[in-house]
């Protein structure tokens, strides 16, 4: 695991928020039910004094087992008649206990495997919520909706193959929903494909952002930026910020990567880029990924092997038309 310090310091917070939360939840049913029914608070605290007997029995050593039995006893039928108050006054049995949001690690982050003290799963996903989080707020991932991707803006007459843009986006634009209300965390990426300004970018937004409200991690990345930012922190020997968005990179569950192709081409960028993908299909974890550029000119600039390995794995949807940012102005 290589997240920084204020990815686990913003992961601790809120499942401390969640701990507390639950935790004042019960005690303001426990003041509730207190003030409604005496006897339970009395039951509270015979209870709390049979388990300081019990611990005093067992530091003391003799004749503990017999001491132990009559104090479970005492116990049990306190617990039951607990119960059963709650039961008669219409409130769940356990109406005074904290609700958790994680009940393997109650809130705390923490459980026990194998002997030893470990993260919970609960923990896990949320390091991965917040590094997602972290890289999300420099995109404007809450723009774009499907709802606002007007077709209006492709023409209906027909291009040369006998296609308007108009059927072709209108097909897009189905594809993408039918892709978002399916989407799982695993399957089939998609590729897409044609010149700037035909809405690749909205659409794929539009998808990130269904995936996210499904609860699902969703990261929204533009190839040039990336890996600047990644360069950037490799060649500072910042290895801890270039490890970590990598991580996330490989972690999330649906990798969007904007622009594929109009990034600054050195060694590091295309070797980064193929570990990228690499990484993600061995995982089978789907990426939507835009380009501007043709086939041909990807192959170009990666390689055969690797544009063919890509295309393999993708859904392609050839975008058409003419730039719908003029129209739009
Ligand atoms: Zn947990």
């Given at each position: 695991m290589t997240y920084s310090r204020e990815i686990y310091d913003k992961a601790y917070h809120i499942i401390e928020d969640r701990r507390r939360e639950a935790e004042s939840v019960a005690q303001q049913h426990t003041d509730r039910v207190y003030r409604e029914i005496p006897e339970l608070e009395e039951i509270s605290r015979q209870l709390v004094s049979c388990s300081l007997g019990a611990a005093r029995a067992v530091l003391k050593g003799a004749n503990t087992k017999e001491e132990l039995e009559r104090l479970a006893q005492i116990s049990s039928n306190l617990q039951k008649r607990q119960q059963e108050l709650l039961a008669s006054n219409?409130?769940?049995?356990?109406?005074?206990e904290p609700v958790y949001t994680?009940?393997?690690c109650n809130d705390t982050a923490y459980v026990e495997k194998d002997g030893k003290t470990v993260y919970c799963d609960c923990f896990l996903k949320l390091l991965i919520e917040c590094s997602c989080d972290e890289i999300n707020k420099?995109?404007?991932?809450?723009?774009?909706?499907f709802d606002t991707?007007?077709?209006?803006?492709?023409?209906?007459d027909s291009n040369a193959d006998g296609v308007s843009p108009y059927t072709r986006m209108s097909k897009i634009l189905n594809f993408c929903r039918n892709y978002a209300i399916n989407f799982n965390g695993e399957g089939k990426s998609i590729l897409m494909r044609g010149a700037t300004g035909l809405g690749k970018t909205h659409l794929s937004l539009a998808i990130a952002n269904e995936v996210l409200q499904k609860g699902y991690y969703a990261v929204y990345v533009s190839a040039p930026s990336l890996l600047a930012r990644l360069e950037n922190s490799h060649f500072n020997y910042n290895s801890s910020e270039e490890e970590q968005l990598l991580q996330t990179l490989g972690d999330c569950d649906l990798l969007i990567i904007d622009d594929l192709g109009t990034e600054f081409l050195t060694p590091y960028s295309k070797s980064t880029i193929y570990n990228i993908f690499n990484n993600r299909l061995l995982k089978r974890k789907p990426m939507i990924i835009n380009t501007n550029l043709t086939v041909r000119e990807l192959q170009d600039v990666y390689s055969q092997r690797f544009v063919s390995r890509i295309i393999g794995e993708c859904d392609r949807l050839d975008f058409i038309g003419k730039d719908i940012r003029a129209l739009k102005a």
């Open positions: 219409g409130y769940p049995a356990n109406y005074m994680c009940p393997h420099l995109s404007p991932l809450s723009l774009s909706t991707f007007k077709l209006d803006y492709y023409p209906y």
